[in-house]
């Protein structure tokens, strides 16, 4: 099964990292993704620019509306994600709790099955 791992933090915290810890996280979240990597079970995988250069489109009265930035206002942004190929629901949770133990960040990561909608463009 496809599943999505979103990666959620307070971006005005990981933005203000210095290189070097930022580094250093990267490094340790590429020692958990080269294991589900040489298993073929992990797709791609992205780290998302900041809210700010963020730009939301909105249905509104038949209109469609751009607006800058996120539309939501939270506590923790999407500020990236995984998709990996996992046996079953444990396996891809066994994933992002190797993730939570590789970032410092505080933030939570969701799991969700993904249902592809075009099977052609999938590498999984």
Do not use: H
Request: hydrophobic content about 45%; overall charge negative; charged content about 20%.
């Amino acid at each position: 099964m496809l599943y999505a791992i979103l990666c959620y933090a307070q971006e005005d915290a990981v933005s203000s990292w210095t290189k070097d810890q930022d580094d250093a996280v990267m490094q340790r979240l590429a020692v958990v993704q080269e294991k589900y990597a040489r298993a073929g079970k992990l797709g791609p995988v992205a780290r998302l620019l900041p809210t700010t250069a963020a730009t939301t489109l909105r249905q509104v009265r038949g209109e469609t509306l751009v607006l800058d930035g996120p539309f939501a206002e939270t506590k923790e942004q999407l500020l990236g994600f995984y998709t990996v190929n996992c046996d079953n629901l444990e396996e891809a949770v066994a994933f992002a709790r190797e993730l939570c133990a590789a970032n410092p960040s505080g933030g939570g990561y969701e799991i969700r099955p993904v249902g592809v909608l075009n099977p052609v463009a999938a590498t999984l």
